[in-house]
């Protein structure tokens, strides 16, 4: 399901942080933080990529998005994907041309083949059969060579080694940011077959 609700007005940056935290309430598990990632992180985890269409997983308030667009990555390129309806709803009235769906990352609709994946969901939370339905899904739809970007709370990668073998991916740290609450690390998962050296 697409969501395609116009807004008049921004949100606020407060009010972002408000409706995350009154989700987060509701259900902890599933948004897995209390507030919404920070610049730092969202530069970080976009830092490598240059083009588009991007895939993001779990946008929350679209924290991502900005750092998305000052890479140079078009909002229309965008496709944000977010399972909290009222999250996705403020997704589509702050990101008006970018395509919001409100689903299930393992099970979203969209014909597009992605330059890059970025993905805030909190993955440690899910069983592994979610986690790997996920990424095959987002790699599914993803081009030859593109890239999976993750953060992680830990230092580890919160996607395992079982599951990268039993997927033939291959995870690198990119890098960790002490200026975010809490500090987070960043991955970049890819095909076994396309890592060079
Ligand atoms: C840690 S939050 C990240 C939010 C975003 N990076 C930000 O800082 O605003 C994880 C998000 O993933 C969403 N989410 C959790 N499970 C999901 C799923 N299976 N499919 C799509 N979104 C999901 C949650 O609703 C939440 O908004």
């Known amino acids: 399901m697409s969501c395609s609700i116009a807004h008049p007005r921004p949100a606020r940056p407060l009010g972002d942080r408000l409706l995350f935290l ?13 507030t919404p990632s920070g610049s730092a992180l969202a530069a970080l985890i976009t830092r490598e990529i240059d083009r588009g269409p991007v895939l993001e997983l779990g946008s929350g308030t679209g924290a991502f998005v900005p750092a998305l667009l000052t890479r140079g990555i078009r909002e229309r390129d965008l496709v944000l994907v977010e399972r909290d309806a ?4 403020r997704l589509s009235q702050r990101w008006p041309d970018a395509t919001v769906i409100a689903s299930d990352a393992a099970r979203f609709e969209d014909g597009t083949r992605f330059a890059a994946t970025v993905c805030g969901l909190g993955l440690l939370n899910m069983p592994v059969p979610t986690v790997e339905a996920i990424l095959r899904a987002a790699f599914a739809r993803m081009q030859p060579g593109a890239h999976f970007y993750l953060f992680t709370y830990g230092r580890r990668c919160s996607v395992g080694d079982a599951t990268l073998d039993r997927l033939d991916l291959s995870a690198r740290r990119v890098g960790r940011t002490w200026r975010n609450l809490p500090p987070a690390t960043v991955f970049c998962l890819s095909r076994r077959a396309e890592v060079v050296g």
């Open 86 to 89: 009222p999250l996705a709803v």
């Open 22 to 34: 009154a989700r987060w309430l509701r259900n902890p598990r599933a948004i897995a933080s209390i």
